[in-house]
């Protein structure tokens, strides 16, 4: 078989994506949904409730309406203006945000806390609509054997630039800096920055022409009806939503490892945060290395079963740190960082790869609405916590975690697809 000519402008639009990837990576470094935000929440509130949802609603904000914007995209048979308008004005929000909260008094703790979720959920909003457009480049414009490249040395790159971001954290949020707000302000418009840069980056992309016309997508109402199509007929794609969902649970007692350190362990605020950075980066980076190597060797189901490993040991070791202390919360934070590097090369990997090229937005925007509930998981951490304890919350955890493992071996690995997928996803949404 003749290898398939690569796309036109694969070295321009690599280049472009790997600059979006080490910009936006570094600067959510320092506005982590894991990491700075609950130690910024927990500031104005003691309401573990809120401190969980906190975390959440930003996953949830950015996933549920993929599925909508998803419609909206793949009606069009160029997709890249959708992402080229909207990235960096929904990027800028977070400035507006920072400028809010420098500007603030430390005593208005509601009308901070009020600031901060809604400019943080509408930022999410906005990156929701980029993911789906960048979802479908990514697929059309760099092939499969570049991705895991694309992942691995972005996610190693972005490692290296968090040894600065991690200082910076503690310098910013220490003793001897800014005063609360303004240090949080500070932190916020410097990674609004790092976003902005990003933003530019993926404009500047060029969306390739494809060698199958791509059709454009149907009307509402037939949308939808395909969906029940695609939920019916594709077992595949069951079967990886429901391992995805199962380890985005383990995700409940993932914004409290700061909190328990700080309140239980009684470490120091501003030495946890930034070293929670630090090590939650080097785990990325080691997994990096050995995802991209796994991806290219076995594919995206092999990253998720890896992935899965480390999503059962982090609350584990967790519970051990009740006893154990400031060494195995540590390890808690590697291994979190660990299953932060396989997202991309194990779930989106896989789905791009799985989905027909021209219902590939429709697949993404599926898949991470469905997910969208289970990343409410934080909230119902902080339920659980408020009623039981620490270590009910690591413990279940941990056993959501196994039933996510036995479900992974049932996944398939798109890359070996030997079947053609079912008549009735394939078919146009209109018949």
């Not at 200082?167 to 932190?187: C, D, K, T």
């Not at 490892?257 to 945060?273: D, H, N, P, S």
């Not at 993404?364 to 951490?381: E, M, R, Y």
Request: hydrophobic residues 50%.
């Amino acid at each position: 078989m003749a290898e398939l000519k690569p796309p036109r402008h694969l070295r321009r639009n690599f280049l472009l994506f790997l600059a979006d990837f080490l910009f936006f990576g570094t600067a959510f470094s320092m506005v982590g949904a894991t990491t700075v935000v609950p130690d910024f929440v927990s500031r104005l509130t003691t309401s573990d409730v809120v401190i969980g949802l906190s975390s959440s609603l930003y996953t949830f904000s950015w996933l549920v309406p993929q599925l909508l914007f998803a419609q909206v995209v793949n009606r069009r048979t160029r997709r890249k203006p959708f992402m080229g308008r909207t990235v960096i004005p929904f990027r800028l929000s977070m400035g507006v945000m920072a400028a809010i909260i420098f500007f603030s008094g430390p005593e208005n703790h509601t009308g901070l806390l009020i600031t901060f979720l809604a400019f943080y959920y509408f930022f999410a909003l906005g990156d929701g609509l980029v993911t789906v457009v960048w979802a479908d480049m990514l697929g059309s414009c760099i092939p499969e054997r570049w991705r895991g490249p694309l992942f691995g040395l972005g996610q190693i790159l972005v490692a290296f630039t968090a040894l600065g971001t991690r200082e910076l954290v503690r310098l910013i949020l220490g003793s001897g800096g800014p005063a609360f707000p303004q240090n949080y302000g500070i932190l916020f418009g410097i990674a609004t920055v790092g976003f902005v840069l990003g933003g530019i980056a993926l404009a500047s992309t060029v969306e390739e022409e494809q060698s199958i016309p791509i059709q454009p997508g149907p009307p509402m109402r037939q949308y939808l009806a395909y969906l029940g199509k695609v939920l019916r007929h594709d077992g595949d794609f069951r079967r990886l939503m429901l391992t995805r969902i199962l380890f985005d649970l383990t995700t409940m007692a993932v914004p409290f490892y700061i909190v328990f350190g700080t309140m239980e362990l009684k470490l120091q605020r501003e030495a946890v945060v930034g070293d929670s950075i630090l090590i939650g980066t080097l785990g990325t980076t080691v997994a990096s290395v050995l995802i991209g190597w796994l991806s290219g060797r076995s594919g995206s189901r092999a990253v998720i079963r890896l992935s899965g490993v480390a999503s059962l040991l982090h609350p584990l070791l967790a519970l051990v740190s009740i006893s154990a202390g400031q060494p195995a919360l540590y390890a808690t934070f590697f291994l979190f960082g660990f299953v932060n590097a396989s997202t991309a090369p194990g779930y989106f990997d896989w789905i791009i790869t799985h989905a027909p090229p021209d219902r590939r937005p429709i697949y993404v925007g599926l898949a991470n609405t469905i997910s969208a509930v289970s990343h409410l998981a934080p909230f119902l951490g902080g339920f659980i916590l408020a009623q039981t304890s620490y270590s009910v919350l690591f413990g279940v955890t941990g056993g959501i975690a196994v039933l996510g493992l036995a479900s992974s071996l049932f996944i398939s690995e798109p890359r070996r697809r030997t079947t053609p997928l079912p008549a009735a996803v394939l078919a146009q949404p209109t018949e």
